[in-house]
């Protein structure tokens, strides 16, 4: 796998303790940054590590010891698991959003010629990162705590659908090209799976007969409320027309859409991996306890 000549592509390198490492900058847009929270995650033993922070900005660098992979080119699907799974568990863990900086944007280009004249305007970018109205608040420890407790539960994640949708939301969050937003597929993206999800890992079905009561009794069950329970009426049916079918006119998804789907999907999967990893960590407990290495 190439390494991307981009001049935003990570920083990779081989440091003193004989380890690949890959190194890539996120931006947060809905929290404010701070060492003290991030702390857990400085220290230079940490395969995910924290090396730099600023009041929206996280640089990270993902390591692993060079004698697992004959070149560094094996290393590089590693890495992008291991960043990629962390970008995920960092917007589950703050019920927020996170991304790459400069990684949701489109770059085709254009180029003008004015009337009569010989000068020509190359590389013309009609494509911007898109801004989410979020309400800024303070990052904490405990939510960076649980970032790590999901990353690596998402790690031993079988099902790599789950991380490959997630990450098409937040890409499709920061897209657009001039007059073309991409809010509709985002919503898409994060409802299909809060609906994979429930259904499979929830309910333990391949097929729901009545899918809008299954998912409100989930919903309830997590403990979400009546009002949220209530809003997911109107989700489920901006999906069934304006997601699934497609013969009612079309209208725009709008950001508050797929913040909700999002917060809902990030929720939901915030319990469940929490959950996983205290029984994981319970039995270690046990083990050990026991005298079983």
């Given at each position: 796998?190439?390494?991307?000549?981009?001049?935003?592509?990570?920083?990779?390198?081989?440091?003193?303790?004989?380890?690949?490492?890959?190194?890539?900058?996120?931006?947060?847009?809905?929290?404010?940054?701070?060492?003290?929270?991030f702390r857990l995650l400085m220290n230079e033993a940490s395969q995910a590590q924290v090396t730099d922070i600023s009041k929206r900005q996280i640089e990270i660098t993902f390591k692993?010891?060079?004698?697992?992979?004959?070149?560094?080119?094996?290393?590089?699907?590693?890495?992008?698991?291991?960043?990629?799974?962390?970008?995920?568990?960092?917007?589950?863990?703050?019920?927020?959003?996170?991304?790459?900086?400069?990684?949701?944007?489109?770059?085709?280009?254009?180029?003008?010629?004015?009337?009569n004249e010989n000068e020509i305007r190359n590389n013309i970018i009609f494509s911007s990162t898109r801004r989410y109205s979020l309400e800024s608040r303070e990052i904490s420890e405990?939510?960076?705590?649980?970032?790590?407790?999901?990353?690596?539960?998402?790690?031993?994640?079988?099902?790599?659908?789950?991380?490959?949708?997630?990450?098409?939301?937040?890409?499709?969050?920061?897209?657009?090209?001039?007059?073309?937003?991409?809010?509709?597929?985002?919503?898409?993206?994060?409802?299909?799976?809060?609906?994979?999800?429930?259904?499979?890992?929830?309910?333990?079905?391949?097929?729901?007969?009545?899918?809008?009561?299954?998912?409100?009794?989930?919903?309830?069950?997590?403990?979400?409320?009546?009002?949220?329970?209530?809003?997911?009426?109107?989700?489920?049916?901006?999906?069934?027309?304006?997601?699934?079918?497609?013969?009612?006119?079309?209208?725009?998804?709008?950001?508050?859409?797929?913040?909700?789907?999002?917060?809902?999907?990030?929720?939901?999967?915030?319990?469940?991996?929490?959950?996983?990893?205290?029984?994981?960590?319970?039995?270690?407990?046990?083990?050990?306890?026991?005298?079983?290495?």
């Amino acid at each position: 796998m190439p390494v991307s000549s981009a001049l935003d592509a990570p920083l990779i390198y081989f440091n003193k303790h004989d380890m690949f490492s890959l190194s890539c900058i996120l931006e947060s847009h809905s929290h404010d940054l701070n060492e003290d929270a991030f702390r857990l995650l400085m220290n230079e033993a940490s395969q995910a590590q924290v090396t730099d922070i600023s009041k929206r900005q996280i640089e990270i660098t993902f390591k692993s010891p060079k004698d697992l992979y004959n070149n560094i080119d094996e290393f590089y699907p590693k890495a992008h698991l291991m960043a990629s799974n962390f970008v995920v568990s960092i917007n589950i863990a703050s019920l927020g959003h996170f991304t790459w900086l400069n990684g949701n944007q489109l770059f085709p280009t254009y180029h003008a010629l004015k009337p009569n004249e010989n000068e020509i305007r190359n590389n013309i970018i009609f494509s911007s990162t898109r801004r989410y109205s979020l309400e800024s608040r303070e990052i904490s420890e405990k939510e960076i705590r649980n970032t790590s407790i999901i990353y690596g539960a998402l790690l031993l994640e079988k099902d790599q659908y789950i991380r490959q949708e997630y990450v098409k939301g937040i890409i499709h969050m920061g897209l657009s090209f001039y007059d073309v937003s991409f809010d509709k597929e985002a919503f898409a993206n994060f409802y299909r799976l809060f609906e994979h999800f429930v259904t499979k890992r929830i309910l333990n079905k391949s097929k729901l007969k009545n899918e809008l009561k299954g998912f409100k009794k989930v919903i309830t069950e997590l403990g979400l409320g009546e009002e949220i329970t209530d809003e997911f009426t109107n989700i489920y049916k901006l999906r069934s027309e304006q997601i699934m079918h497609a013969q009612r006119d079309q209208v725009e998804i709008d950001q508050d859409d797929v913040i909700k789907i999002k917060g809902l999907l990030d929720f939901t999967l915030h319990k469940y991996y929490i959950k996983i990893a205290d029984t994981w960590l319970a039995k270690r407990r046990s083990a050990s306890n026991n005298g079983i290495e």
